[in-house]
């Protein structure tokens, strides 16, 4: 079933992509200079809307079908009663005597009730009272235990099915509300003035750069964004961060090309994306350890930036250790980099990876998350948690606990993730372990031993940070891992 969910998953919001190019190109093939305020304008606004109005209908469908059952319906019981019935009783000649009224039926569904709550003492005591009064007691019992599980297989095959529908119908409701803030952005893409385009153009000629069109967008906090299709002039070739100045120069703001874009302006026409300049710079480092007598270790990060101007740092510890427990905690730090960098928000799309956890969840294997999510424009810093150990903050000589009750990845449909924010400042050290490295350290001390160890270490550079806390925390273990332990560490700067 997933895999027929996917599959629409992504024919839908290819078909969604498809649609909306070919309207663009069309426009821009009428007129070369096209305001982005007629391209990206309410008609399209309007339709990207109700692709998310779609979508939530079909995540309405989904959640308005039957949830799941943990225990069998009085039918069902009352169906494996009468199914025993007529394996077992069927050519015996006192049937009829035996199951005159609903005394013998009602027993058979307290039996059943006994072995489903796994109450061994009643399921003697009714077993032995079917005994006084059935001359094929020990037949029949085994009967309905028999018929007992294969209902109780069903069961747990239609709450599978169940879990399924609901982890689609979420990523349903999560595409939607991506749906409705590319229409809102959508919206909120103009052109500038005149004089500002025909000044700007102007300045890049000097260049030896061409402006064929100009689209501008303010994004959180009036940070200014602009898209310059750019061409260099006879065979040239320019620095974005020269097309860069001259922006600056005009609007009286930093601006910078996006890590994504072109680094050089050359003869063909390119779209170039530039961004406001960002107040911080974020380093990372990591140090690493598998699970004695295991080649590959359980834990997998990634830390990447996004165009939105945040850094990302995500953890994730797989269940267990080996090839196993590392596949599984690869697929959420990938699934979650690719949802992030496609716009989503955090826990749009930390929810859209629990969905694809219980989708291909095999063997009860769950997954923590650990994200942070730092903003270099303004040093704030999200966290959000799922099963994940306590991440610290260093502050000079003062170290913070962050810590998590919540729930590993994959282990319900409607997960409830915690999150917190903080403020960062120049100098701060974010510091992101593994339960392993927890669980290597005095019981009930953890958190106030491994503050203790940060607060030793005096260097400024991530990497040698990590290292200096896995090498002290592999002293207390005698340098015997007991479980996979990642240590990964992120130090924030002003530019």
């Known amino acids: 079933m997933h895999v027929w969910i996917v599959a629409m998953l992504l024919i839908s919001v290819l078909l969604i992509v498809r649609d909306m190019a070919k309207t663009i190109f069309s426009l821009r093939q009428k007129q070369e200079d096209v305001p982005a305020g007629q391209i990206f304008g309410q008609p399209q606004k309007e339709r990207v809307e109700r692709y998310a109005q779609a979508f939530r209908k079909l995540a309405d469908t989904f959640y308005g079908m039957p949830y799941r059952k943990d225990y069998l319906s009085n039918e069902q019981a009352e169906d494996v009663v009468w199914q ?17 009224g609903e005394e013998r039926l009602r027993l058979g569904e307290k039996l059943v009730r006994a072995l489903e709550s796994g109450q061994e003492e009643k399921r003697k005591a009714l077993t032995k009272q079917w005994k006084s009064q059935c001359v094929h007691s020990y037949q029949f019992t085994q009967e309905l235990n028999h018929f007992f599980q294969r209902e ?119 779209t170039v994306h530039f961004t406001e300049k960002m107040s911080f710079q974020v380093m990372h480092g990591v140090a690493k350890v598998a699970k004695e007598k295991e080649r590959v270790s359980g834990d997998n990060y990634v830390c990447c930036q996004e165009e939105e101007g945040k850094f990302v740092l995500c953890l994730s510890d797989g269940m267990g250790s080996g090839m196993d427990a590392c596949k599984e905690s690869e697929m959420v730090v990938e699934l979650l980099e690719q949802f992030l960098e ?12 629990n969905s694809a956890v219980i989708l291909k969840r095999q063997n009860d294997m769950f997954s923590t998350m650990d994200l942070c999510t730092i903003d270099l424009y303004t040093g704030i810093c999200e966290f959000l948690k799922a099963g994940a150990a306590t991440t610290f903050i260093k502050r000079d000589q003062w170290v913070e606990a962050i810590a998590s009750t919540s729930m590993a990845l994959g282990m319900v449909d409607q997960i409830d993730f915690e999150t917190a924010s903080r403020k960062l400042y120049h100098g701060d ?67």
């Open 152 to 270: 109780r297989e069903k069961l747990v095959w239609n709450n599978r099915m169940i879990e399924n529908r609901l982890a689609a119908a979420q990523q349903f409701l999560e595409i939607s509300g991506m749906l409705n803030q590319v229409a809102k952005e959508l919206a909120e893409i103009t052109q500038p003035s005149r004089e500002f385009t025909d000044e700007l153009r102007y300045s890049l000629k000097k260049k030896g750069v061409l402006l064929k069109s100009i689209w501008v967008m303010e994004r959180e906090g009036n940070r200014k964004q602009a898209y310059l299709t750019l061409q260099a002039k006879n065979g040239q070739c320019v620095s974005s961060l020269e097309a860069a100045e001259v922006l600056s120069e005009l609007w009286e703001t930093p601006m910078v090309p996006v890590n994504t874009s072109r680094c050089t302006i050359n003869g063909e026409c390119h």
């Open 429 to 495: 050290f974010l510091i992101m372990v593994t339960d392993g490295v927890l669980d290597a350290l005095p019981m009930d001390k953890e958190e106030e031993t491994l503050k203790e160890m940060i607060l030793q270490i005096h260097s400024q550079v991530p990497r040698e940070i990590s290292r200096g806390i896995l090498d002290r925390v592999l002293a207390y273990c005698d340098y015997r891992a007991r479980d996979d332990m990642t240590v990964l560490v992120a130090g924030i700067w002003k530019r």
């Open 342 to 353: 496609s716009g989503f928000s955090n826990e749009a799309a930390a929810k859209l990876v």
């Open 84 to 100: 025993t019935y007529g394996q077992v009783c069927g050519n015996c000649h006192q049937r009829q005597e035996c199951w005159e």
